[in-house]
Nanobody, 116 residues
Framework: QVQLVESGGGLVQPGGSLRLSCASSRSITSIPSMAWYRQAPGAQRELVASITGLGSTNYADSMKGRFTISRDVGKSTVYLQMNSLKPEDTAVYYC??????????WGQGTQVTVSS
């Protein structure tokens, strides 16, 4: 099993930046894939970015350029740096960890609100 705790959300003005953190209870190099998803009100949960246990990254096309996923192996933490935020980025952001096809764990989510 793995427990995930997200943090770093909050209220930010359009054009601002936030860095989200996802702390894992186990070494992230032992987790084949971790990802950030987001879910806006009334919308489906969508992929933002993912990172493998080897550090390879992948982004949803609409997120490329403004969002960056990274990690600190020593802290067992994955980050999502979000720049040039827009009101449409408002959502609950979730971290997940995929251990096997049948073992997918989610954090509790962190709210990001982009508003002036």
């Amino acid at each position: 099993q793995v427990q995930l705790v997200e943090s770093g959300g909050g209220l930010v003005q359009p054009g601002g930046s936030l860095r989200l953190s996802c702390a894992s209870s186990r070494s992230i190099t032992s987790i084949p894939s971790m990802a950030w998803y987001r879910q806006a009100p009334g919308a489906q949960r969508e992929l933002v970015a993912s990172i493998t246990g080897l550090g390879s990254t992948n982004y949803a096309d609409s997120m490329k350029g403004r969002f960056t996923i990274s990690r600190d192996v020593g802290k067992s933490t994955v980050y999502l740096q979000m720049n040039s935020l827009k009101p449409e980025d408002t959502a609950v952001y979730y971290c997940n960890a995929l251990l096997t096809p049948r073992q997918l764990y989610w954090g509790q989510g962190t709210q990001v609100t982009v508003s002036s």
